[in-house]
């Protein structure tokens, strides 16, 4: 299958290293092009669990993590334009791939390289950068998820540096990371959990540091990147805890808003794949005398995903202008949750769509159709589930419109989103009253409606610098449609309450008309 989809190719701003990201991005685009398409097939391949050891090796060997790794380290500094492209590039071929770039770049090099000890990250990155090694990062706990602040793996002191106990699970890179940034609460001398988190480093090369691999799981997606149980009994020196300066929630923040601003990078070269899989296929197949892309419907997807896709190509700009790694977005919760929830709804609402589209023959974990909504899928669960962020998105706005006194939705997303609200059309339907305490779901629609108003602030500007205007028409209505489903919700807030007892078996039975 011949897949012809133009590299990302960076052009602007003049005074940065330009022809240098070409060609590193030309380098990258060559390897797993050739890796994923050449010496092994790769419907074959991410249908098995794991990656065969030459495509690790080749891909790190052409050391995409200098995307993340400051200059003095030997990457590009960190530089967004670098990310983005990069992982656009991966996640183009393999989302497995794309994620487990994003997994070593956002949840470990970057919080390594801004806040860890200047030795300690030297040591570490360097080898990172020359592609020798990986990195992960571990929050999540069993009875510890959304709750995370709650965890139980505990720090101490112990003389020459930490000890640190505790259980994690769903680490992406389980078993092969040679580096850990592990997540714990401080422990008194009594037992008790003080507030607060902080992050350490795990070497694996060090025996005292090791953390043990309790259990593999099977994972339904994302065969590429393996995930399990872990068991955490370390001891790490004093210069391996994270310095977050203004305390650890704090640090947390950054890196996950840091983390949650790469998603236009993995979700653009997913729905790149994806638009051009759609195109490709209903251009081909034929039903009933006429190609799928001559009905209406299928137009409809297929416009979508195009629309998705210059939507997310719009936040992979903002992210590169606004998500700098110097820049603290501790604060930046709205812009950083609404370009992880846009790009992961839109990765999973277009996977889905592809598979309608290429019909029985996608439902095949050696399909990219099958795989792609298996893959998509946990983007809208993992670091923060998207119901959540949605409900902080709108509860956000609701605390906006307390402080200005107003009830009246329209009076506020005019004033905070004028050019979205332009762009998607969006009149008289935007004129909503809020009541004083709307329901969690209805605060979950307006961080909804939210989210895409700011994904169409940042499609007006690219709009305004030359996107090309058929791309934009999609992008604009794809969200202004999906704005006019949530507005209608908030209009009419129909009551849905959770039946107390089940059904069973045959419940239909007592009914048949006799
Ligand atoms: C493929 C994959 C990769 C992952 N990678 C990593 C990783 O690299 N490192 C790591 O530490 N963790 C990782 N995780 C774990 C992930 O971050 C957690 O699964 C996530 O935080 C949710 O926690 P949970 O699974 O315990 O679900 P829970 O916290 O039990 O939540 C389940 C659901 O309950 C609902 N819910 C929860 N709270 C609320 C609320 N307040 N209001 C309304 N609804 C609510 C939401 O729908 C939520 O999705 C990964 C998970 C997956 C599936």
Redesign the pocket.
Known sequence: MTITSERPVARAPENRRVNELNAYFATLDDTVRRVFRGRVDADYMESNRGLPPFVLRDIMAARPLRAFVPDQYGGFGDDPMAIQGMLDVMSYQSMSLGLMMG?NGA?FVQPVAKYADPQVAERILTRMAEGHAMG?????EPEY????LSMRTSWTRNGEGYAINGT?H???LTGWADYWLVMARPQGEDGTLSQGVDLFICEQDHPEQRIEVVSRYP?LG?YGIP?GRNHIDVEVPLDHRLNGGRGGLRMMLDVLHHSRMQFPGMAIGFLRRLADEAVRHTRERAVSGSSLIDYDQVQARVARMQGRLALVSALSLYAIEHAGADVDLSREAVASNAAKTVCSDYMHDSAQSLLQLVGARGYATDHIAGRSVVDAR?FQ?????N??LY?QIGSRTLEQMRKRKTDRLGDELRADYPEAVDLAGLGAELDVTISERPA?RRIVDLGIIVSRLHALTALAEIARRGFPADHVAAGAGTAGEEIRHRLTALRSDVPLTPASAPLGASSWMPYIAS
């Open positions: 997994i949840l992960g990062l571990m929050i999540t998820g959304t709750d995370a994690k769903w680490a992406g994972n994302l995930y946990p669960i993992f670091e923060g589930s119901d959540v409900a969690q």
